[in-house]
Nanobody
Framework: QVQLVESGGGLVQPGGSLRLSCAAL????????MGWYRQAPGKERELVAR???????NYADSMKGRFTISRDNAKNTVFLQMNSLKPEDTALYYC?????????????WGQGTQVTVSS
């Protein structure tokens, strides 16, 4: 059983910052890609950023220069530092991890953490 536990969301003013965390817990042999998606009301889920086990990163164009993804492989944790937040960044943010156990490799998702950018 693998579980992703997210934290760090909240309410922030425009121009502010937040740091999201997501820890993968359970019987894990290894984790390849970890990342973040977001979904705003009435919109489809979209990629925010992802990072491989070797540290290669990929960002959505609208997040480049404002968001930074990182991970701690020893703790099976991925982080998303979000700076210069805008009201349009308001969404439910989900982390994912491509996890290998002794029997399979699957993509797991967190429960989502709400980020609201408003004055």
């Amino acid at each position: 059983q693998v579980q992703l536990v997210e934290s760090g969301g909240g309410l922030v003013q425009p121009g502010g910052s937040l740091r999201l965390s997501c820890a993968a817990l359970g019987s894990i042999s290894g984790i390849n890609t970890m990342g973040w998606y977001r979904q705003a009301p009435g919109k489809e889920r979209e990629l925010v950023a992802r990072i491989t086990s070797t540290g290669s990163t990929n960002y959505a164009d609208s997040m480049k220069g404002r968001f930074t993804i990182s991970r701690d492989n020893a703790k099976n944790t991925v982080f998303l530092q979000m700076n210069s937040l805008k009201p349009e960044d308001t969404a439910l943010y989900y982390c994912h991890a491509d996890v290998s156990t002794l029997v399979s490799t699957s993509r797991y998702w967190g429960q989502g953490t709400q980020v609201t950018v408003s004055s």
